[in-house]
């Protein structure tokens, strides 16, 4: 009987110090896995593939797209500007005034307007307010220009209104304008010069323009840059 129990007491012994170390082995796995540090996960990116083909999978930081810009748009910037600042102060069709704002300054803008008059000044204004009075003349003269082609309506508000040609018509209206204020008077002034053809705009004949900071992709002749649009023929 008591080699039995001492056979027991052994075995109970024994089993205590297997399950004390295995304890003890657990806790400083626990521990050695606290104090061990981050490893960063380096992803090669050919393993990833994008499940759209228009928008692959990009790593890194964007970088800067340098683009070359053509010898002739930089030619014809170059004399649109040139052309733009003599159009303030040449006489191109003998107004008898020494300059386009002198013209403008001689326009009588007060009184009641004509309806296409109001389409034409409404376009400047929406347009170009705010821009020289070479860039509001040469907008002034495109919608013109429109009304003599065969390829738009023949009078200046059916250029004005025609459907998705200028982004200010909204719902077939024209925003409200304030006439207090001298955008107005001198979009009303260049309007004036524009239909008596009282001066030359450096882009005469242009049919269309588009802001310079979009870029619609026009196959069309690129005539010159004024201000903030882009004019083509």
Known sequence: MSKVFKAASALSLAFFAVTT???????????????????????DPAMLKST??????????????VATIPQDVIDADKLANEERASAETVDFNNSGA????????????????????????????FESKGETLAGQLAV??????????????DSLC?????????????????PRIDKGHRHWRNAVAISKIAINDGWK?????????????????????????IDNHIFYR
């Open 52 to 65: 759209d083909d228009a928008a692959p999978v990009v790593f890194g930081e964007p970088q800067e797209v």
């Open 201 to 225: 705009s450096p882009v005469e004949g242009a049919l269309f323009f588009h802001a310079r900071y979009v870029s619609p992709g026009w196959r069309l002749k690129r005539m010159a840059t």
């Open 158 to 174: 059916g250029v004005v209104y025609q459907r998705k040609q200028f982004s200010f018509i909204r719902g077939g209206k024209m």
């Open 140 to 153: 002034a003269r495109v919608v013109m220009a429109r009304a003599a082609s065969s390829r738009f309506p």
């Open 21 to 43: 170390f295995a304890v003890a082995d657990a806790s400083f796995a626990l521990e050695a896995n606290d104090d061990i540090p981050e490893v960063d996960i380096v992803i």
């Open 98 to 125: 020494g300059s386009l704002r002198e013209l403008v300054k001689q326009q009588t803008v007060n009184g009641p307007l004509s309806k296409e008059m109001q389409c034409l000044a409404g376009t400047v204004y």
